[in-house]
């Protein structure tokens, strides 16, 4: 980032203060919680999917292992290696980016080119008679989105990087995806703003449209009724 010359530095109210590094702590945290691991529970025709919100040009990377109930044990015991899983994944435009069949243990990666929802989908490629026989799955996904999804033990082995400059690379990597961040939730404002745009317009336009009809009714109740007590000689 090039230096500027000549900053003139002005004071600043500690309220601004506040309110800003309150707004940096909270985006910190929103960033920090990016990825997770969870297990769930899916039957053998059951498809399950989830909503992950990704910026563009984000990449992600999705971990999942399955266990497999044992009805003797009564407990769950890792799946068989004829199971697999078949993970679909669709931008916000419903274009499939990834349609693969995997493992009963894997790993899955796409990069987001349009930002917003993604919808991550998951189910099994048994059938009723099989692997199942009527069971249940339980399946452990943990998925790491922007530089939470970079092994940088593997990087700083590949690129020979000091612990200097692999930590100068990670903060790098960092800075670039909080801008994608802003930058995502900038486009998520300006999308907000043309629906309430768009919703105020509306309303406005219903609101005459109903405000005629209610004139031209009483106009032409005016007029029947006029024509009503001219007929009976009352007027």
């Known amino acids: 980032m090039a230096a500027e010359q000549g900053v003139r530095v002005a004071a600043t109210p500690p309220g601004l203060l506040l309110g800003r590094g309150m707004r940096a702590f909270l985006l910190l945290l929103w960033f920090a919680a990016r990825g997770g691991a969870l297990y769930f529970h899916i039957g053998e025709t059951e498809k399950k999917c989830f909503i992950e919100e990704i910026p563009d040009e984000t990449m992600v990377i999705g971990n999942y292992r399955t266990q497999l ?33 995997y493992g009963s243990e894997g790993r899955f990666t796409f990069t987001s080119h349009t930002p917003g929802e993604h919808q991550i989908c998951l189910h099994s490629n048994s059938t009723k008679f099989s692997l199942f026989a009527g069971g249940m799955l339980r399946v452990h996904l943990d998925i790491q989105v922007g530089e939470h999804a970079n092994d940088y033990a593997e990087i700083a082995a590949k690129d020979k990087l000091s612990e200097l400059q692999l930590r100068v690379r990670q903060l790098v990597e960092q800075v670039e995806q909080i801008q994608k961040e802003q930058n995502y939730q900038r486009w998520r404002e300006e999308r907000f703003r043309q629906t309430s745009e768009s919703t105020n317009q509306r309303v406005l336009w219903w609101s005459i449209l109903q405000t005629l009809i209610l004139v031209a009714i009483g106009v032409w109740q005016m007029r029947h009724l006029k024509s009503f007590f001219e007929a009976k000689k009352l007027v």
Do not use: C, H, N, S
């Open 69 to 101: 109930y044992d009805k003797q044990r009564e407990e769950y015991q890792p799946a068989t290696p004829g199971l697999g899983m078949f993970v679909e994944v669709k931008d916000p435009e419903d274009k499939v980016i990834l349609a693969r069949q």
